[in-house]
Nanobody
Framework: VQLVESGGGLVQPGGSLRLSCAASGFTFRRYAMSWYRQAPGKERELVAT????????NYADSVKGRFTISRDNAKNTVYLQMNSLKPEDTAVYYCQVLGAWGQGTQVTVSS
C-alpha cells in the first residue's frame, strides 16, 4: 500500500485548500478511506471517512459543514476540500487505509 498526500500549504483564515491522496498497491475501490490530522503537541485525530463507493461520509464535529471528503475510484484518489479554514485547523494531514499512512501534507492557517 502506498499513499501520497499533496495540496497542503499556507492559507489565511477563511481560506480554502483541497488536499489529494493518491493511492496504489491495493484495490482502491473496495475500501473506505480516511483523513486524519495531527497538530503540534496533540494526538492524531480522525477528520473524515468515506465509504468504498462514496455513498456515505462521516466527519469530526470540529470540521462538519466546512470540510468535504470525496473520492474518484477511476483515479484511485481521495480528496479533502477544506473551506472556512481556521488557525486551529493547522496540522499535518494524512490519509489512511488498511493500517497504512502516507507521509502527510502540512496545512498552516495563519494571517
Amino acid at each position: 500500500v502506498q499513499l501520497v498526500e499533496s495540496g497542503g500549504g499556507l492559507v489565511q483564515p477563511g481560506g480554502s485548500l483541497r488536499l489529494s491522496c493518491a493511492a496504489s498497491g491495493f484495490t482502491f475501490r473496495r475500501y473506505a478511506m480516511s483523513w486524519y490530522r495531527q497538530a503540534p503537541g496533540k494526538e492524531r485525530e480522525l477528520v473524515a471517512t468515506i465509504t468504498s463507493t462514496g455513498g456515505n461520509t462521516n466527519y469530526a464535529d470540529s470540521v462538519k459543514g466546512r470540510f468535504t471528503i470525496s473520492r474518484d475510484n477511476a483515479k484511485n484518489t481521495v480528496y479533502l476540500q477544506m473551506n472556512s479554514l481556521k488557525p486551529e485547523d493547522t496540522a499535518v494531514y494524512y490519509c489512511q487505509v488498511l493500517g497504512a499512512w502516507g507521509q502527510g501534507t502540512q496545512v498552516t492557517v495563519s494571517s
